[in-house]
């Protein structure tokens, strides 16, 4: 499940999709350039692994239901989505698709607190892409927890990206990356 940072001045909604299980690469394997696109593009973000979940959760209890941190990749067949935007569907196939989602080792919220601010990044080739602070997000954890506790049942285990700062760009195959997010958790990998 992703939120966005980029939102209207009114903080409307936050905007929900949802990946499958196999969408998960574990931190420093190679990345499946994955097929029926010509446009695959990177967006940073914080990972948020829950613990316990539940339905309608307070905004007030919602960083308790935190198993840890991570940082991540949400990839994006970028082609796929701006064929389903003009086309008013759902960009289900350009969002939730087989390895669609690099993530780091987790890090305990017990060892390392709730992350309010710190430096999101990623390099690709070397060269700095996307660069945001976790401070900016335009909802923050608690917030997101809460509003997606009240469309869907939350779990333990559960992995919630959090949005993406400006730089989001295309990928190809042979391109490393390292995506950080500082004091947190760093994620390394290749697309091949």
């Not at 976790?134 to 909802?139: K, Q, S, T, W």
Request: aromatic share 6%.
């Amino acid at each position: 499940m992703r939120a966005r940072w980029a939102q209207p001045p009114d903080r409307s909604q936050p905007v929900f999709f949802m990946k499958p299980a196999d969408a998960i690469v574990t931190d420093g394997a190679d990345v499946p350039y994955p097929q029926a696109t010509g446009d695959l593009h990177h967006e940073v973000e914080m990972v948020v692994a829950l613990g316990a979940g539940g339905r309608d959760i307070a905004a007030a209890d919602a960083l308790g239901c935190v198993f840890g941190y991570g940082v991540g990749l949400d990839l994006t067949r970028r082609d796929l989505q701006a064929r389903a935007k003009a086309g008013g569907l759902p960009w289900d196939v350009a969002k939730g698709f087989d390895h669609s989602a690099p993530v780091s080792a987790l890090h305990r919220a017990a060892a390392i607190g709730h992350p309010a601010r710190g430096a999101l990044t990623l390099h690709v080739g070397g060269a700095l892409r996307q660069n945001g602070d976790v401070a900016d997000m335009v909802f923050s954890v608690a917030e997101v927890i809460h509003e997606l506790s009240r469309l869907y049942e939350l779990r333990a285990g559960d992995l919630i990206f959090t949005g993406t700062p400006a730089g989001v760009a295309a990928l190809q195959r042979g391109d490393v990356f390292v995506a950080a997010l500082d004091g947190v958790a760093t994620l390394e990998g290749r697309v091949v």
